[in-house]
């Protein structure tokens, strides 16, 4: 009796060919098998050709969700692993493109075939696409329910403002004098407000319920140039609702003079603002006046309500 052969479903694409089940890449830079991680990520890229996929969404395809890893270095470190696995260049690329400060896309439409040369159905896709599919319809549905029910909401009424808290950036400190001509610790500054903020918000999340802000991690924000247009561009490319900005310099031969300001990104009107004295810039007293500022931003997000959150 002869054996019986096994159907395993095939993604082509540009003279290469991938093996799902087994994670085999096949094509002009010859076969080889991808590391599992680089096998996910390749299969996240494919189930979405030509779709910028956010960055946040492909760790959690590779390592899965609730994992906390330095997506920034583990995920370009696997991306270039891929490109290599290709023969891809990531400065005139066919197949991975970074797009800045949004995710990455996948250039080219793969087809889906078996061993016989067919179309499989959508049983016999692989397990990551077809749950991939299957979110997608169901948001499609979720859509069309809600565009349904869209008269139901008044005109010019968010349905979500009730429940969505303002979401936060922290901009990097400005050194406004020669004292740190390097800007050695505006980072620094930067990093404890937002450890602040995101204790406020666990403590928050977890004794409330309701957070009142969400923050926006620092690797989002960080090479938006300054200027006129940074405010808007926040608000609309990350949905920014309050952009908190910092500025220091020395007073005297020790002290440190810091300011903060929380600004409305809509009016561009400032929230909160504070400003302190300390004798170095990584201290103890610094973080405590961190905390402080956060506690006292939860106090005003919560008094501003809507009135804080841009127009989207």
Do not use: H
Not at 237 to 253: K, P
């Amino acid at each position: 009796m002869p054996a019986r052969q096994e159907e395993t479903s095939r993604l082509q694409f540009k003279g290469f060919v991938y093996e799902p089940d087994s994670g085999r890449l096949s094509g002009p830079t010859g076969t080889q098998t991808l590391r599992p991680q680089a096998a996910r990520l390749l299969e996240a890229l494919l189930a979405r050709p030509g779709v910028v996929i956010d960055r946040q969404t492909l760790v959690e395809s590779v390592w899965g969700e609730g994992r906390v890893v330095e997506f920034d270095a583990g995920l370009s470190a696997l991306i270039k692993e891929l490109r290599a696995a290709l023969g891809d260049q990531a400065g005139s690329p066919t197949f991975i493109e970074t797009i800045p400060r949004r995710g990455v896309r996948f250039l080219v439409q793969p087809d889906t075939t078996d061993q016989a040369g067919n179309a499989p159905s959508s049983a016999a896709l692989p397990r990551p696409i077809r749950l991939i599919v299957t979110t997608i319809l169901a948001l499609l549905l979720g859509g069309l329910v809600l565009l349904m029910a869209w008269d139901l909401v008044p005109f010019g009424g968010d349905p979500e403002a009730a429940d969505r808290p303002p979401r936060v950036a922290v901009l990097p400190f400005l050194s406004v004098d020669d004292a740190d001509r390097e800007q050695r610790a505006s980072m620094l500054l930067a990093d404890s407000l937002i450890a602040a903020l995101g204790q406020v918000v666990s403590r928050a999340d977890t004794e409330q319920g309701s957070p009142p802000y969400a923050v926006i991690g620092r690797t989002s924000v960080v090479d938006y140039p300054a200027g006129e247009e940074l405010l808007p561009r926040l608000g609309r490319e990350l949905r920014v609702d309050l952009v908190i900005e910092g500025s220091y310099r020395q007073e005297g031969e020790q002290d440190w003079l810091i300011n903060i300001s929380a600004v409305k990104v809509e009016e561009q009107t400032i929230l909160l603002s504070r400003s302190f004295v300390s004798d170095a810039l990584s201290s103890q007293a610094v973080r405590e006046q961190m905390q402080s500022f956060a506690l006292e931003l939860e106090q005003a997000a919560r008094r501003c309500g809507q009135d804080c959150l841009a127009t989207q």
